[in-house]
């Protein structure tokens, strides 16, 4: 496929998820927000779902040895790096997917919060050519590291190769973790629904009924 083909064929991609995504209001952020705060979870359903199919869909490439996955040392860094991540997020009101949506559809706050991503980028990246933390590569080993707090690879891939177990096995784990919490956020629906019915029931109970407009004429004219 040429360059050219390459270009058009991402363009196609991308508007038709930049759109399904605009339609549906869909959001990280909004995924955990929701549910903490308003205790609704359309958006976190929603990630769930996704979350099982990519599993699925990297996890069975990478049983076939198809696909590139890379191979980076978990250490503190990324737990650190999430943690401000997630800080970031918050104040924006908004994932980097759903900041994007925002700032096509003109909102000025998303906007800002886009151009602060990038400048954060471009600082991080002069800073990792300056002194290659984190971490410094010969810390990358592969292996469990605490004086450089790695913690060494960690994906499937990687438990495929040393324990001879498909990366599929450990993505269907993920998978049947991931669908006990869809089912458990079901089951919370469910009795919220069945309290706001019995909670409707009952205030229906206790509201008198409305007198016949018959009888409220006739004690006017008496």
């Not at 359903?45 to 198809?66: R, Y």
């Not at 410094?136 to 891939?157: D, I, K, Y």
Request: aromatic share 10%.
């Amino acid at each position: 496929m040429s360059a050219i083909a390459e270009c058009v064929v991402a363009f196609i991609f991308g508007s038709v998820v930049g759109l399904l995504v605009q339609r549906s209001r869909f959001c990280n952020t909004a995924a955990l927000r929701d549910a903490i705060l308003f205790k609704s979870y359309r958006n976190t359903k929603a990630l769930l779902v996704a979350m099982m199919i990519l599993t699925i869909g990297f996890t069975g490439f990478m049983t076939l040895g198809a696909g590139h996955p890379l191979d980076f040392d978990v250490g503190a860094n990324q737990f650190v790096g999430l943690f401000l991540f997630g800080i970031g997020m918050v104040l924006a009101g908004a994932c980097t997917v759903s900041t994007w949506v925002k700032t096509g559809e003109g909102n000025v706050g998303a906007l800002w919060a886009l151009v602060c991503t990038f400048i954060g980028m471009f600082l991080f990246s002069i800073a990792w050519s300056w002194n290659y933390w984190p971490p410094a590569p010969a810390s990358m080993t592969g292996e469990p590291n605490l004086p450089a707090l790695q913690l060494g690879f960690a994906n499937a891939r990687t438990l495929q190769d040393k324990l001879g177990i498909p990366a599929i096995a450990f993505g269907l784990v993920q998978v049947a973790v991931l669908f006990g919490i869809y089912r458990a956020i079901l089951r919370k629906e469910m009795a919220q629904h069945v309290r706001h019915e019995q909670a409707a029931a009952a205030d229906a109970l206790e509201t008198p009924p409305a007198e016949p407009k018959v009888k409220v004429l006739a004690s006017r004219r008496g």
